[in-house]
């Protein structure tokens, strides 16, 4: 029986992020479009929970696209500031001319905590949204917990990847190598009960090429 997804576009216009989610779902066949190469616009997200926005996303892209939409709403949630910036994560990083700069973003939430002398405990939030046109939708939530430092390290990652450190890990998510931080990022922690709903065979098995038989005479 075929899989009951082989193609989906990823409601995001954040490069990083539908690179992660491709790298994702490649083992699963799924041809994936992403919001920008199909001319999707992002919505305002609304939203007041991290599900709020990403059911907000998948719908709205699933029926301007006419195929199943896969979107995701995540943040970095610290506990010295309340949960903060939670759902304004992307927005902390905003700038006067409309674009978004993460650096920003990290110095703010690091000056925040060294002001009160707060705690550097801090976990990645991530709700993925699976929606289809006209129809129901699907959410799966994950988490990972860890702690700040400063300054930011590494290259690899995006977004506050270079403040944040895993629990149990020395290196930053974007320090460590993609696939490593892919086996338990937040956004893999929720994809897992994803795929375990939609994929519960697990991965497509390649097919055995058979050798062509040589004929002599």
């Known amino acids: ?41 992002d919505p305002e997200e609304t939203g007041t929970t991290f599900a709020e926005n990403a059911e907000l996303k998948a719908k709205t892209a699933a029926d301007a696209a006419g195929m199943a939409a896969l979107a995701d709403d995540s943040g970095l949630a610290v506990d010295a500031l309340g949960g903060a910036p939670g759902i304004y994560s992307a927005r902390w990083g905003a700038l006067p001319n409309g674009s978004r700069d993460f650096g920003v973003a990290m110095e703010k939430v690091h000056n925040k905590v060294v002001e009160i002398d707060g705690v550097k405990t801090a976990r990645f939030i991530c709700a993925l949204s699976l929606a289809f046109p006209a129809n129901g939708v699907s959410t799966y939530e994950g988490k990972v917990e860890g702690h700040l430092v400063w300054p930011p390290r590494g290259d690899k990652g995006f977004g506050y990847d270079p403040i944040f450190v895993a629990h149990g890990d020395t290196q930053t998510f974007a320090e460590i190598d993609p696939d490593e931080k892919h086996a338990k990022s937040h956004r893999a922690d929720a994809f897992a009960k994803f795929i375990k709903a939609w994929f519960p065979n697990g991965p497509i098995k390649p097919t055995p090429i058979k050798p062509t038989p040589i004929k002599h005479g």
């Open 1 to 41: 029986m075929r899989h009951p997804l082989n193609r989906l576009v990823v409601a995001s216009h954040n490069e990083g992020k539908v690179r992660e989610i491709r790298a994702l779902l490649k083992p699963y066949g799924v041809r994936t479009f992403s919001a920008a190469e199909l001319g999707l616009i």
